[in-house]
């Protein structure tokens, strides 16, 4: 690494995190004082409270922190004409800009690794803080269907991994052939272990004339069934939230392709998580390439608002497009990637006009 590299990304980091702790301070701190009254007491909550909403806002202010610490730290290389030393050093443009697209890309990496592990549901713990249901979460009654079967909980436990009351119908050609019902199931090796069933067979061929048919009761100690569905897939997936891991994400996408469920929101949280936030790397060359050597006819003020301003109206635009496109109704495929991919070229040919003018 060159002295003009660690020099440009020390000035970089040191902004970045001036811009991301101050944009978490503000979104945390305003968000707090909204919620004052309902936060719990207990101190231990409050604090979890603090860290579930930092995290969630860091999703947020971590993109735009790359940006605005970009277009800060340009504006002081401009200022104390540290660009022209760079250019009579004989950097190239690649040499200034590079440093930061890499560093950008890190970051990036590693926000999407964090929303591969449970700090992804941190808005739904900490919806449930307020709620007070932190230590309670239960869902009620939840009607599915898997294969050939509809599947019945009266109660689902998900943080225990466990469900109560269970009926099972499985169904052939319009007809109940078969019902499974069980006092409680349990969620390990990645399926539904069914505790003390009792299974209940109907002939497939009534015969009105054949006094002999007769149901087919047996019981049964140890039953599995719901292979890959996981207590927190069905819990989002029944209440319709946007709340997904990456991995939990893509384990629902397979699982409810295969049982030909529409898959078009889950699908599109997974396209907010992993690619949309990649949004910055041509606003990152943008504010570069209208950015000036010298300050002497240099509008800075202008140059900063449309930055800052430009910025915001992007990564509002697809915060919009997501919501959109969450909504389950339209395919997340057109509502957001093929408007990233036009960003992406529209950005370049931006970017190459005014490198070249």
Do not use: C
Request: glycine share 2%; charged share 20%; hydrophobic share 50%.
């Amino acid at each position: 690494m060159s002295i003009l590299t660690k020099y440009i990304l020390k000035k970089y980091l040191i902004n970045f995190i001036i811009v991301l702790i101050s944009l978490e301070l503000f979104f945390v701190g305003i968000d707090y004082l909204q919620n004052f009254k309902n936060v719990p007491e207990s101190a231990n909550l409050q604090l979890l409270y603090v860290l579930y909403n930092g995290f969630f806002t860091l999703t947020l202010a971590l993109p735009l922190s790359i940006v605005f610490a970009w277009v800060i730290t340009l504006v002081i290389f401009i200022k104390n004409n540290e660009f022209v030393a760079f250019n009579a050093l004989g950097a190239t443009r690649k040499e200034i800009f590079l440093p930061i697209i890499l560093i950008s890309t890190f970051l990036l990496i590693l926000l999407i690794f964090l929303q591969m592990t449970p700090l992804a549901y941190s808005y739904d713990q900490k919806r449930k803080i307020l709620n007070n249901e932190y230590f309670t979460s239960t869902k009620n009654d939840i009607f599915l269907k898997y294969d050939d079967y509809y599947v019945y909980f009266k109660k689902l436990l998900p943080l225990e991994k466990r469900a109560e009351q269970i009926h099972i119908f499985k169904v052939k050609n319009e007809d109940v052939i078969e019902t499974i019902v069980a006092p409680k199931a349990y969620f390990q090796n990645n399926r539904w272990y069914i505790v003390d069933a009792k299974v209940i067979k109907k002939p497939e061929n009534i015969n009105k004339d054949d006094l002999e048919q007769k149901l087919d009761i047996k019981y049964e100690r140890f039953l599995h069934t719901l292979d890959g569905f996981k207590p927190k897939i069905l819990d989002n997936v029944y209440e319709g939230k946007t709340d997904f891991s990456i991995y939990d994400a893509i384990s629902a996408i397979i699982l409810l392709n295969s049982q030909g469920i529409n898959t078009d929101k889950i699908r599109a949280i997974l396209y907010n998580q992993t690619i949309i936030p990649f949004f910055i790397t041509p606003l990152l060359l943008l504010v570069y390439a209208y950015a000036s050597l010298n300050s002497r006819f240099f509008n800075m003020g202008k140059f900063v608002s449309l930055s800052i301003f430009g910025t915001l109206i992007v990564w509002g635009f697809f915060f919009m497009l997501f919501k959109l496109s969450s909504s389950g109704n339209l395919m997340p495929e057109i509502i957001l990637l093929l408007p990233f991919s036009f960003w992406i070229v529209i950005s370049f040919i931006f970017y190459n006009k005014k490198i070249n003018s």
